[in-house]
Nanobody
Framework: QVHVVEPGGGSAQAGWSLRLSCVVS????????RAWPRQAPGKAREGVAG???????LTADSVRGRFRISADRSKNTIYLQMDNLKPDDTARYYC??????????????????WGQGTQVTVSS
């Protein structure tokens, strides 16, 4: 069984940086995918960034150049480095994981294993 744990988000002012982390364990195979979707108040949930077991990544246009996803295989952890934060980045950020790989890393329906979500608040 895949376990997804997100330790916590945080608050920041516009222009600041935050880094989210997520520990994913329990994969039975050698190929898997992980992603960071987010949901802002009153908006639909959207995929932000994804990374597969080969290290291939995909980042949404809305955050490309400011957000970067990475993974530390030895720690079963993925990270979302968020730079130059904007108030529009305020959202609940989720960590999602699934066995197997997909070309559509940001497709939320692909993922069956989700963390509880962590709140990120950016003030102007």
């Amino acid at each position: 069984q895949v376990h997804v744990v997100e330790p916590g988000g945080g608050s920041a002012q516009a222009g600041w940086s935050l880094r989210l982390s997520c520990v994913v364990s329990g994969f039975t195979g050698s190929t898997y995918s992980r992603a960071w979707p987010r949901q802002a108040p009153g908006k639909a949930r959207e995929g932000v960034a994804g990374i597969d077991s080969d290290g291939s990544t995909l980042t949404a246009d809305s955050v490309r150049g400011r957000f970067r996803i990475s993974a530390d295989r030895s720690k079963n952890t993925i990270y979302l480095q968020m730079d130059n934060l904007k108030p529009d980045d305020t959202a609940r950020y989720y960590c999602a994981a699934e066995e197997g790989v997909t070309f559509m890393l940001l497709r939320q329906s692909f993922y069956q294993n989700w963390g509880q979500g962590t709140q990120v608040t950016v003030s102007s």
